[in-house]
């Protein structure tokens, strides 16, 4: 069996922004992402990491000639998706001959991908993989991952597929666990402890010890938070080769890893959340018609429960808690108001390093320049809370703040339910 030397159909890497933001501009801001398997696998080539022979594909045409020029006897055809337990869910498939793959090409290209519930559409798939498969005596999912209790880089290999509850439970039978200390690095131990645990021969253990020494440079050297490998087959030679694989890199490190900020694919982010990632701020998208802007995370999930609590259904999450200044705050009202989705919107505030004053100069700056044209209830609570009902009760625009998040909602829902333009009473009042 050859190396894999994979062909791409584009000359750049595609890394899938899965979460709320991005890095731009030499600043670094907390994002989440992960790589498709086709480019974790061009990375793996100039380690020297084996891995089965494939070819990415665009559609069932192409994935047929490509069957065609391999020649093998089996195929795996692989939905080129960052969806978890893409087997399960039948996004890969098992082919015997090139008319088989092409069928499975155009079953992935035309249906929709639904979730592991099979409640939902989650997706489509745009690329396949289809590779070379083969039948061996030992194959095992091998999972790396940093324990940040340890401090450690964890190794675990099984039999069976590793679920990331077997992550933290040491006692799992079914999985071999074994620790690499970043100050000492990767020791041959470690190898052989989990080559010996899959029963391999003397020929195969020494090989597996270079293939699992690589693997743990390229987790450090790419920062990762965890990488996934699966199924990893013993082949010719007693080499190991890697099917599956998937991988996240640790936000915090991406300041390194500058190739891949230009080449971020945005399929599945919506440009509100790119936007928000971009000026250091938190978007998430929901289905509701109730726009919330909060700072901190318990006090955001409080606030959507709580109105989800009174009947009334969130169509986002603004998290505030990294805008100092007030054009950025006016800016977080900006993305949540061209939701277009949005009916009338609450601001719920408890100050600590984001002052009052601060929230309350932006907000009057979004309704000065017209950005607020729905209803819109404050509660500011916290530090420098007295300047900043002075400031808004100064500006003589209609606002109305109230002293409690439970207050908030029951007149958010109020106004979404009356469709009043603001609210009734004095212009200028504080509830």
Not at 7 to 29: D, E, P, R
Not at 182 to 201: D, Q, V, W, Y
Request: aromatic share 8%; proline share 2%.
């Amino acid at each position: 069996m050859k190396r894999c030397t994979w062909s791409l159909t584009c000359c750049t890497f595609n890394i899938s922004l899965v979460s709320m933001s991005i890095m731009a501009l030499g600043k670094y801001i907390f994002i989440k992402m992960k790589l498709k398997e086709n480019e974790i696998k061009e990375l793996f080539f100039e380690y020297g990491i084996n891995t089965m022979k494939g070819r990415l594909v665009e559609n069932a045409a192409e994935a047929y000639t490509v069957a065609k020029e391999m020649g093998s006897d089996i195929f795996s055809v692989k939905a080129n998706v960052l969806v978890r337990g893409r087997e399960e869910i039948g996004e890969i498939r098992r082919a015997c001959n090139a008319d088989e793959v092409k069928k499975f090409a155009n079953d992935l290209f035309e249906n929709p991908i639904i979730s592991p519930e099979g409640e939902q559409e989650i997706g489509r798939v745009t690329s396949i993989v289809v590779e070379e498969a083969f039948v061996s005596d030992i194959s095992f999912y091998l999972t790396l991952y940093f324990d940040r209790i340890s401090g450690k880089t964890i190794f675990i290999v099984s039999r069976e597929k590793i679920l990331h509850g077997d992550l933290q439970y040491e006692k799992n039978e079914k999985c071999i666990r074994a620790p690499a200390d970043f100050a000492t690095g990767f020791s041959p131990f470690i190898g052989r402890k989990l080559a010996c645990s899959l029963e391999m021969n003397t020929d195969a253990i020494k090989k597996s010890i270079k293939t699992f020494e690589k693997l743990y440079r390229f987790f450090v050297d790419y920062d990762c938070k965890i990488l996934e490998l699966g199924p990893v087959y013993l082949g010719e030679g007693n080499e190991l080769y890697v099917s599956g694989a998937s991988m996240e890199i640790d936000n915090n490190a991406l300041f390194r890893h500058e190739e891949f900020l230009g080449v971020i694919n945005r399929e599945g982010c919506q440009e509100l959340e790119l936007e928000a990632g971009k000026n250091g701020m938190t978007f998430v998208k929901f289905e509701g018609n109730i726009g919330c802007l909060v700072n901190g995370t318990g006090l955001g999930l409080a606030t959507l429960d709580l109105i989800r609590l009174n009947g009334g259904v969130p169509a986002n999450f603004m998290d505030v808690s990294g805008c100092h200044t007030s054009e950025s705050v006016k800016n977080a009202i900006s993305i949540v108001c061209r939701d277009k989705d949005v009916k009338v919107v609450l601001i719920n505030i408890f100050a600590g390093a984001i002052r009052c004053d601060v929230i309350a100069g932006g907000i009057k700056h979004a309704l000065e320049k017209g950005i607020l044209k729905v209803p819109v209830v404050i509660r500011l609570d916290g530090n420098n809370m007295v300047l900043a009902r002075k400031i808004i009760n100064e500006s003589g625009l209609k606002i109305v703040m109230v002293d409690s998040m439970a207050d908030g909602v029951s007149k958010v829902i109020f106004a979404l339910h009356t469709n009043d333009e603001v609210m009734d009473g004095d212009p200028t009042s504080t509830i």
